[in-house]
């Protein structure tokens, strides 16, 4: 798979940790309610990552036409 930036490949590496939780959620692996919620928080923290990411992209292609 090719890149284009830095900031699509950090965004993909985060999506396939996602895609890795959801199928170990998918399999019903988690063995406790705190595992379940644990995994959770993960999944939440990787699309605030990539929300901060997305943002600080936009920021810097907004600098670099100005």
Known sequence: MSYDNSFEYINSKLDER???IE????RSA???????QKL???IQ??????QCI?????RMEIEDDE
């Open 18 to 20: 996602r895609v890795e």
């Open 30 to 36: 988690a063995k406790t309610y705190d595992e379940y």
């Open 40 to 42: 959770c928080g993960v």
């Open 54 to 58: 997305s943002d600080l992209a936009k």
């Open 45 to 50: 923290g990787l699309e605030f990552a990539k």
């Open 23 to 26: 199928q170990h959620l998918g």
